[in-house]
């Protein structure tokens, strides 16, 4: 029984976890449309309009997502590559 | 012979984990049309190779804690080994006949589990003690792995369709198109690296009871690069049936729904692993596309998902119960003669399997029709669908 709570403890990391990046990543990323859409409307005389921050926003919004995925696979593959390259990432043995 | 025959089988479990999970990964992409079918699966491929390689955490620690294999060694480790592994195939390739997203993993661990206890008895799997055992390694994480990923994948689908509400929809559609792109790319690396490893590991256990290698070696990279070869040449296959049920038979998928579903599967595939609750690849992703369809308020179709969820009850018994036979012939007709048989067992069952299928072929061609109306995966009338729900 005593196991089985600790399983439900690291349970609710696991959903955290799945929350922070299962949808915290989505949402960035929606933003990011959002904001790219945004960058350059054409108004009714034809004029094209660009709106900089907006563009900006959205790259932001890129960057920290292509960060986020970036960190994360090197975290998944930090055994493999201090094992074959002896880089030691994450500070670990 | 017999190591060889258990590399080959083991080999041959991983490319049907390959075909068998595609739709995980490209399902969504491809019934969005963010990718053309060829293109996805090769993607798909490529990245299950790179991600095999990435770590190899879960390969040392498969069937640990479900079969006590310890006091047995050589050959009849060998043959309990291949009995479960013919036991996952021959499942796995029912369920794909049928169009059913089931969880390669519990395959494999049923048809282990099944042809330990045929050779060993109940005492030989560990059912419940301590952090170990068949309930909280396989049933517990079987329950959470499509609750978790349905209330995220809904959760992010919500969020989604809030933030980028009024923008214009061909725009949205494009820029979603790119994202699903990427997230598709993510599973499929996550897929490689947790699947294929499994594999690595029944190997890495044969290959220890021949006395090629000590408990305590690294992974050979040869059988890292076997592996990764085997499971990303049976992802290009592609799992056609398996991909149209996810793609175009739970829910109707547009772009950010599919975005937002392989985010919620790759966020919970690789972090699950790292917390040590491991939850099944395929399972996640059900329960994913699941929920991006409880989070736009679109129509799910229950009907479809019920089969699923017999499927995955079924999953383990089943491939338990095959396994287990197959331990009894071979054990009954013993030694290599025993395993050659199995071995032809397993290779006319395949055989069969594989013609059956081509009575009504589902390719590249109609991957993105859902055959409505078409028993047995009728679609129920919305009158129905209320009960079902």
């Given at each position: 029984?005593?196991?089985?709570i600790?399983?439900?403890?690291?349970?609710?990391?696991?959903?955290?976890?799945?929350?922070?990046?299962g949808a915290?990543v989505?949402?960035?990323?929606?933003f990011?449309?959002?904001?790219?859409?945004?960058?350059?409307?054409?108004?009714?005389?034809g004029?094209v309009?660009?709106?900089?921050?907006?563009l900006?926003g959205?790259?932001?919004?890129?960057?920290?997502?292509?960060?986020?995925?970036?960190t994360?696979?090197l975290?998944?593959?930090?055994?493999?590559?201090a094992?074959?390259?002896?880089?030691?990432?994450?500070?670990?043995? | 012979?017999?190591l060889?025959?258990?590399?080959?089988?083991?080999?041959?479990?991983d490319?049907?984990n390959g075909?068998?999970?595609?739709a995980?990964?490209?399902?969504?992409?491809?019934?969005?049309?963010?990718?053309?079918?060829?293109?996805?699966?090769?993607?798909?491929?490529?990245?299950?190779?790179?991600?095999?390689?990435?770590s190899?955490s879960?390969?040392?620690?498969?069937?640990?804690?479900?079969?006590?294999?310890?006091?047995?060694?050589g050959?009849d480790?060998?043959?309990?080994?291949?009995?479960g592994?013919?036991?996952g195939?021959?499942w796995?390739?029912l369920?794909?006949?049928?169009?059913l997203?089931?969880s390669?993993?519990?395959?494999?661990?049923?048809?282990?589990?099944?042809?330990?206890?045929?050779?060993l008895?109940?005492?030989?799997?560990?059912?419940?003690?301590?952090?170990?055992?068949v309930?909280?390694k396989?049933?517990?994480?079987?329950?959470l792995a499509p609750?978790i990923?349905a209330m995220?994948?809904?959760?992010?689908?919500?969020?989604?369709?809030?933030?980028?509400?009024?923008?214009d929809?061909?725009?949205?559609?494009?820029?979603?198109?790119?994202?699903q792109?990427?997230?598709a790319s993510l599973?499929s690396?996550?897929h490689?690296?947790?699947?294929?490893?499994?594999?690595?590991g029944?190997?890495?256990?044969?290959?220890?009871?021949?006395?090629?290698?000590?408990?305590?070696?690294h992974?050979?990279?040869?059988?890292?690069?076997?592996?990764?070869?085997?499971i990303?040449?049976?992802?290009?296959?592609?799992?056609?049936?398996?991909i149209?049920t996810?793609g175009?038979?739970?829910v109707?998928?547009?772009s950010?729904?599919?975005l937002?579903a392989?985010?919620?599967s790759?966020?919970?595939?690789?972090?699950?692993?790292h917390?040590?609750?491991?939850?099944?690849?395929?399972?996640?992703?059900?329960?994913?596309?699941?929920?991006?369809?409880?989070?736009?308020?679109?129509?799910?179709?229950?009907r479809v998902m019920?089969?699923?969820?017999?499927a995955?009850l079924?999953?383990?018994?089943?491939?338990?119960?095959?396994?287990?036979?197959?331990w009894?012939?071979?054990?009954?007709i013993?030694?290599?003669a025993?395993v050659?048989?199995?071995?032809?067992i397993?290779?006319a069952?395949?055989l069969?399997?594989?013609?059956?299928?081509?009575?009504?072929?589902?390719g590249?061609?109609?991957?993105?029709?859902?055959?409505?109306g078409?028993?047995?995966?009728?679609?129920?009338?919305s009158?129905?669908?209320?009960?079902?729900?």
């Amino acid at each position: 029984m005593h196991t089985v709570i600790t399983n439900l403890s690291s349970l609710w990391e696991v959903v955290l976890a799945a929350l922070v990046f299962g949808a915290g990543v989505p949402a960035v990323f929606a933003f990011a449309v959002r904001w790219w859409a945004q960058a350059e409307t054409v108004d009714a005389e034809g004029r094209v309009r660009r709106n900089y921050p907006a563009l900006a926003g959205a790259l932001i919004c890129v960057v920290v997502i292509v960060m986020v995925v970036i960190t994360g696979i090197l975290f998944t593959a930090k055994a493999f590559i201090a094992h074959q390259f002896g880089i030691h990432l994450f500070g670990q043995a | 012979m017999v190591l060889l025959i258990v590399i080959v089988t083991a080999l041959a479990f991983d490319f049907t984990n390959g075909f068998h999970d595609t739709a995980n990964a490209m399902a969504t992409s491809i019934a969005t049309g963010a990718l053309k079918p060829r293109v996805a699966v090769a993607l798909s491929g490529v990245l299950n190779l790179i991600g095999a390689f990435l770590s190899v955490s879960v390969a040392a620690t498969v069937a640990k804690g479900i079969v006590q294999l310890n006091d047995v060694g050589g050959q009849d480790l060998l043959v309990i080994v291949f009995a479960g592994l013919v036991g996952g195939i021959l499942w796995n390739l029912l369920t794909w006949l049928l169009g059913l997203p089931s969880s390669s993993s519990h395959a494999l661990f049923g048809g282990l589990i099944g042809s330990t206890i045929a050779a060993l008895g109940w005492n030989g799997v560990i059912w419940a003690s301590g952090s170990e055992g068949v309930l909280i390694k396989i049933v517990l994480p079987a329950i959470l792995a499509p609750v978790i990923a349905a209330m995220v994948g809904a959760i992010a689908t919500f969020l989604v369709y809030r933030i980028t509400h009024g923008v214009d929809e061909d725009k949205a559609n494009e820029g979603f198109r790119w994202g699903q792109i990427g997230s598709a790319s993510l599973v499929s690396l996550a897929h490689g690296t947790n699947d294929a490893q499994k594999t690595m590991g029944i190997i890495f256990l044969a290959l220890v009871a021949y006395g090629t290698l000590d408990k305590d070696d690294h992974m050979p990279l040869w059988v890292m690069a076997a592996c990764a070869v085997a499971i990303a040449l049976g992802t290009y296959l592609g799992g056609w049936r398996i991909i149209r049920t996810l793609g175009k038979g739970l829910v109707e998928i547009e772009s950010p729904q599919g975005l937002s579903a392989e985010s919620t599967s790759a966020a919970i595939i690789l972090t699950s692993a790292h917390f040590g609750l491991p939850l099944s690849t395929t399972q996640t992703a059900t329960g994913a596309i699941l929920g991006t369809g409880i989070g736009k308020r679109a129509e799910v179709r229950w009907r479809v998902m019920g089969r699923m969820a017999v499927a995955w009850l079924l999953t383990l018994p089943m491939a338990g119960i095959v396994g287990a036979i197959c331990w009894a012939i071979a054990h009954l007709i013993g030694g290599l003669a025993g395993v050659l048989v199995v071995f032809a067992i397993l290779i006319a069952g395949a055989l069969g399997i594989y013609l059956r299928s081509r009575r009504d072929p589902v390719g590249t061609h109609n991957v993105n029709e859902w055959p409505e109306g078409v028993p047995p995966a009728a679609t129920p009338s919305s009158v129905e669908q209320n009960h079902a729900g």
